[in-house]
């Protein structure tokens, strides 16, 4: 069976500090058909680590190369039905990224997350949500709230600090990149892909071999992106299995990569 990619990026998000801040949790692995995951290191400098925007930098321009690669990334990458609903914004992934970085300019130089909670930046008070409130992709999967901050294994930080970074893929790279679901179940051929991923689902199928628990996740996502890519079973994950109502939900929510799809009659737009 073809592989659909030739190159597979293990992700392990971070919302700390700022943009600009080198973040020893922000870790990243790359496996090819044949080598298995490794850690990428970041350019040479004076940080040790990989800061948000250099990793964005990165990665626009590794995916500009054209070779196709599956990117997933461990953080949210839009909110639920709920925040749509009351807010009012309407049912596109595109003009939410818009919609939230107006609000929620969490990639500016020197901006801390949180100081867009507390009302020191930004306009984030006009735009928040309820802890309660969760994605049909995390209710299947038990995965925490993104409104759910201040909480271990909480992913509310790195999606609020990671959003803008994706809308600025998607600025520079356009139609080279799908963004999956949001861009369609299937990717065109030939294209790279970038999803969400939640290493929990598979951290503990392989030995951790030293690795600590950041830079394990991102290896957990690489391994399982290549070995599933390799059994052909990547495509089927890639396939929508939801019902009519559920499919339209996630094509705004987004969705997890690799967590049951199965359709429930419990979700109304």
Known sequence: MTPLFE????????????????????????????????????????RKYWTRRGLAEWLCATLQEGLPTIVGIDHAFSFPLSYFQTHQIPLDWSVFLEDFCEHWPTDFDGMYVDFIRDGSYGKGAARCGN????????????????????????VAKSTHAGLPWLRFLRQK?????????????????GRSVIAEVYPALWSRSF????????????????????ESDASGR??????SQLGSAESAIALAEGWILGVNQSPTKNHQI
């Not at 058909?33 to 970041?42: L, N, Q, V």
């Not at 802890?131 to 709230?145: H, I």
């Open 7 to 46: 190159r597979y990026l293990g992700i392990d998000y971070s919302g700390a500090q700022t943009p600009s801040s080198s973040l020893s949790g922000l870790r990243v692995y790359s496996a090819s058909h044949s080598e298995s995951p490794t850690e990428i290191h970041p350019p040479s400098s004076a």
């Open 131 to 154: 802890a309660r409130w969760r994605r049909l992709t995390e209710e299947r999967c038990r995965a925490k709230s993104v409104f759910h901050f201040d909480v271990q294994g909480s």
């Open 173 to 189: 790279l356009g139609l080279r990149i799908h963004f999956w679901p949001f861009d369609g179940w299937m990717p065109v051929q």
């Open 207 to 226: 030995p951790s071999e030293g690795r600590n628990s950041h830079q394990h996740d991102a290896y957990s996502v690489a391994k399982w992106l290549q």
């Open 234 to 239: 990547l495509g089927f994950h890639f396939q």
